[in-house]
C-alpha cells in the first residue's frame, strides 16, 4: 500500500513520475478523440472505435480514481477537494448515462503535471532574462497549462452554443479553435461570431478572461525581471 501510495502521490520518484506521464497522455488523448467525435461525416466504424476508446479510458481513470481515493491519508478531503471533483465529474456521468457530456472536464487535470516541474534543477543563469526565466518557470508554465485549458473549454463551449445555429462555421470543436484563438487573444477578425444569445453571453465571458491571458504573461516576466535584477545587486 504504501508502494502505491509513493507511486501515486509522489512525482519526485522515477516511478511517480512515469505514473503522472502516462495518465497526462491518457487524458490528452481522450481529449483528442473527444474532439473527433464532433467532426461530421464520420464513420460508423470510426465512431465505434472512440466509442471503444471512451471506454477503455473511462475504466483506466476508474481505477485511478479509486486507487487515488485508497492511498489518500484523508479520503474525505480528496473526494471533496477540487482534484478529486474534477476526476469524480470526469467519469460519473458515463456511468450515469444522463446524457451530460463533461468530457472537457478532463483538461483541468493536466494541472497536475505542472508538479514534475519540481523535479528541474534549476542551475545558475549568467543572463539577467535567463535568470528571470528561471525565477518565474513553474509561473509560466502553469500559466501556460491553464491558458490551454481556457482555450480548449472556449471552443467546446461556442460549438455547444452555435452548432445548432451555424453548423458550416463551428462545424467541430476543431473548426470552433480559430474562434476560440482569435477572441482569446482580442483579435476578433470577425470572419466567424456568434448569433445565438447564449454563443454572445458566453462571447462575453471569454472576451473578458481573454483580457487576463493577455496581460498576466508581462507582468509576470516583469516581476522576474525585476527579482533578477536585485540578485545581482
Aim: glycine share 4%; charged share 20%; with cysteine.
Amino acid at each position: 500500500m504504501q508502494r502505491l501510495k509513493q507511486i501515486i502521490e509522489d512525482s519526485d520518484t522515477r516511478a511517480g513520475k512515469a505514473f503522472d506521464l502516462v495518465i497526462q497522455a491518457i487524458i490528452i488523448f481522450s481529449l483528442i478523440c473527444f474532439s473527433i467525435e464532433t467532426l461530421p461525416d464520420l464513420t460508423d466504424a470510426s465512431r465505434s472505435l472512440l466509442h471503444f476508446i471512451e471506454i477503455l479510458s473511462v475504466i483506466i481513470f476508474t481505477v485511478e480514481y479509486l486507487a487515488r481515493v485508497i492511498v489518500a491519508s484523508d479520503k474525505s478531503a480528496f473526494i471533496f477537494s477540487f482534484f478529486g471533483i474534477i476526476d469524480l465529474l470526469a467519469i460519473l456521468p458515463f456511468y450515469l448515462s444522463t446524457g451530460l457530456d463533461l468530457r472537457s472536464l478532463r483538461s483541468f487535470r493536466l494541472l497536475r503535471l505542472v508538479r514534475i516541474l519540481k523535479l528541474a534543477r534549476y542551475s545558475a543563469a549568467a543572463k539577467r532574462f535567463h535568470r528571470a526565466f528561471l525565477i518565474a518557470k513553474e509561473e509560466l508554465a502553469l500559466f501556460l497549462f491553464a491558458s490551454m485549458i481556457v482555450l480548449y473549454l472556449a471552443a467546446v463551449g461556442i460549438y455547444h452554443f452555435e452548432n445548432p445555429a451555424q453548423p458550416e462555421a463551428f462545424s467541430s470543436v476543431f473548426h470552433s479553435l480559430w474562434w476560440a484563438v482569435s477572441t482569446l487573444t482580442t483579435v476578433g477578425y470577425g470572419d466567424i461570431y456568434p448569433v445565438t444569445a447564449g454563443g454572445k453571453m458566453f462571447t462575453f465571458c471569454i472576451l473578458v478572461v481573454g483580457l487576463g491571458i493577455v496581460s498576466i504573461p508581462a507582468g509576470l516576466v516583469a516581476s522576474a525581471l525585476s527579482k533578477a535584477r536585485e540578485l545581482e545587486d
